[in-house]
């Protein structure tokens, strides 16, 4: 996995590339929450995951939590097709 980070005011757009999948699972979160803690608003561009298991959805679930416990937000982006085809399967779930 790959990522590089743009910043625009209070607005961090994370973009990940490649699987997200346990074995990075953590290397993510090392990315992403210190952006929350910050107070920042996150976009996670996902254009180019071509694959997420379970792991990823819970990133996302947390990385939520964890937005609203410091009042700023987790948006998704440009969420490639077979990532969408897992986050409409887990939406049936949540």
Do not use: C
């Amino acid at each position: 996995m790959k990522y590089k980070v743009t910043d625009n005011e209070n607005v961090s757009t994370v973009f990940l590339t490649g699987e997200i999948d346990m074995d990075v699972a953590d290397e993510v979160r090392e990315i992403v929450f210190p952006l929350i803690d910050a107070g920042k608003e996150v976009h996670l561009n996902l254009k180019d995951v071509p694959y997420m298991d379970s792991s990823g959805i819970s990133i996302i679930i947390e990385s939520n939590q964890r937005a609203r416990e410091k009042n700023t937000k987790v948006e998704l982006k440009e969420v490639s097709q077979p990532v969408e085809k897992v986050l409409a399967m887990a939406r049936k779930f949540l």
